[in-house]
């Protein structure tokens, strides 16, 4: 006589196809993706609070990667202004001061150097903001759908099962929430220097090349860092007893 | 709930059986109606059926079950000794008053906590000894689960709540959305497949709950308090609906419940008090003190 169990073995040690069809528990992923990304979408209002942290963490990174890279860009721009400047002096005058150009060198040098400890001081900082951000939102996404867990848990889910949806979830979040951080960081950074600058040529001058691939590691740094957080979050929520999901009031 | 027409006047009618008179033209409706209860106990018996493989004469049996739940310093003995044999096909009712262990002692049953003590058989198989991915088999394909708060998934439609534990048994997509079609249709929900939980009134809500634990053909439905948030009318409706099921298809129902009103419809009552297993009432027991309740 067969049971429960002896049926359950079955599937993982019998070739014959149907009994393994008929007795398989799947997620498919592209079942999984679905159910994610509609829940992303369909609750878009929660979706921007919780990817709130997200966005403003990589708007911060975004906008300090971008001052940066305008800074940059007039220094440069600046310096080779000077450089004309000298030349010029030095065409009209026969003998050309070349202590003053020294000087002027080491300073900007020095600058520099202290500039860029800033920066990389300010892009710490801001991982740090985008790192609790994200997994504030993350821990927040988990634990308002304890009960959802829980149900999912009755109707056969395994706890891959939920890992798999709350990362593709966690994705989808990070991949959107760090996508708009980027370029409102971005704007607003050409926004102040524009102003500051009076004028929009910061936007000419500075290094599109350096800059494009700061702005997609935004991206991919707010990405990443959704995934991560989201995993130990996800992890805990899926080991749950189904009774206790169900239980908590939320 | 049905739409009939009256081969008299052609007049639509929308009946739960009870309407056998043409509201038009008086014409005898008896015939029609039964006919149409005939063909939906056959649905149901084709839709709704328990496709064991095992015919153990008792699905469900626990052994000194004990549970007791730790909160810091204090603990809570929520289930002492239960003794329980369910019969396959049975409709058992678990009374008793609130925080007597109705639910403790469903999610024992139902494989969603672990007893302190004891043991708990499905279909002879003891619980303890399933790991992860039996379980989850289990909870897919053997157990429906009601709920007293319909945990419905919010984001998704009715169709895609009755089709999730389909997806993951692995059903086809047309499959398993003609098997979600028919069996909305079958707890009157035919014409709300698209409707999110929200859209929907409390007892629809349970109805589409009704349904989804039926999408895999379990052999038991676990019902806690399945009727707790709804009113007297609606309440009915879904043990009317839970006690139809189980006559048309066996399907083994248990149903916690504090509401006296619930329990005539039962083969058996538990009743349960602090833990404990206070006494068993039998069908024509039950019958007696209902109708000594009306009298
Ligand atoms: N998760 C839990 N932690 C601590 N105590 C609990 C928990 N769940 C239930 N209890 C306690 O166990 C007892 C039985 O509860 P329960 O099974 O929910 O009763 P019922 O469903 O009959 O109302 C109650 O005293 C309740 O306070
Ligand atoms: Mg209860």
């Known amino acids: 006589m067969l049971d429960v169990e002896g049926l359950v073995r079955m599937s993982r040690t019998s070739g014959e196809e149907e009994i393994k069809i008929q007795r398989q528990i799947t997620l498919p992923w592209s079942e999984a993706i679905r159910i994610s990304i509609r829940n992303v979408t369909i609750r878009l209002g929660r979706t921007l609070i919780t990817s709130a942290g997200i966005v403003l963490g990589i708007a911060f990174l975004s906008s300090v990667w971008t001052g ?3 800074q940059d860009g007039l220094q440069q721009a600046r310096h080779e202004q000077e450089q004309e400047l000298i030349a010029a002096t030095a065409r009209n005058q026969a003998e050309s001061d070349s202590d003053e150009t020294e000087t002027s060198f080491t300073i900007s040098e020095q600058e520099r150097r202290a ?10 900082m801001s991982l740090l903001v985008c790192g609790v951000g994200i997994t504030n939102a993350m821990l927040m996404s988990v634990t308002e759908r304890f009960r959802e867990i829980g149900t999912m848990k009755c109707l056969g889910a395994l706890d891959s099962f939920i890992v798999r949806l709350f990362l593709i979830e966690a994705a989808a979040l990070g991949l959107l929430g760090s996508l708009a951080g980027m370029l409102l960081g971005h704007i607003a950074m050409i926004g102040v220097f524009a102003i500051r600058e009076r004028t929009l040529s910061v936007v000419a001058k500075m290094d599109w090349g350096r800059m494009l691939m700061y702005l997609l590691l935004c991206v991919l740094i707010g990405t990443a860092l959704s995934l991560i957080s989201a ?6 929520a899926a080991r749950m007893r189904p009774a206790a999901a169900l239980q908590t009031e939320i | 709930m049905a739409k009939i027409e009256c081969p008299k006047c052609g007049e639509q009618i929308e009946t739960t059986g009870i309407v056998t008179v043409c509201p038009k033209c008086g014409a005898d409706l008896r015939e029609v109606v039964e006919a149409l209860g005939h063909e939906r106990n056959e649905r149901m ?9 095992t015919t153990h004469e008792f699905i469900v049996r626990t052994r000194g079950l004990k549970k007791i739940y730790v909160m810091g310093e204090v603990e809570v003995l929520a289930l002492r000794d239960i003794n329980l044999d369910v019969r396959r096909g049975e ?3 678990i009374m008793g008053p609130s925080g007597s262990g109705k639910s403790t002692l469903f999610n ?3 494989g969603l906590d672990k007893p302190t003590a004891g043991r708990c058989f499905i279909e002879e198989v003891d619980m303890a000894q399933l790991d992860a991915f039996e379980l989850a088999w289990l909870r897919c394909r053997k157990i429906g689960y009601i709920f007293q708060t319909f945990n419905l998934i919010p984001v998704m439609t009715a169709i895609e709540n009755v089709t999730l534990p389909m997806i993951f048994a692995g059903m086809g997509t047309d499959e398993m959305m003609e098997r979600g079609r028919e069996l909305l249709t079958l707890v009157g929900l035919g014409d709300r497949l698209d409707h999110k939980p929200y859209e929907l009134s409390g007892g629809q809500q349970q109805r589409v709950a009704v349904a989804r634990a039926l999408a895999n053909s379990p052999a038991i439905v676990l019902a806690d308090e399945p009727t707790g948030n709804l009113d007297l009318h609606t309440g009915k409706e879904i043990i009317d609906l839970l006690k139809e099921l189980n006559q048309a298809s066996g399907v083994t129902v248990i149903s916690a419940t504090h509401d006296l009103k619930m329990i005539d419809v039962s083969d058996r009552v538990v009743h349960i008090r602090d833990g404990q297993v206070e006494r068993i009432e039998h069908r024509h027991e039950i019958e007696l003190e209902v109708g000594g309740m009306g009298g």
Not at chain 1, 115 to 124: D, G, H
């Open chain 2, 45 to 53: 018996k084709t839709i709704v059926r328990d496709d064991s493989v």
């Open chain 1, 68 to 70: 940066g890279v305008i």
């Open chain 1, 115 to 124: 500039q860029s400890s800033k920066r990389i001081w300010l892009v710490v």
């Open chain 2, 91 to 93: 409709y058992l009712s």
């Open chain 1, 231 to 236: 995993i130990a979050p996800a992890v805990r």
């Open chain 2, 108 to 110: 024992m049953i139902g």
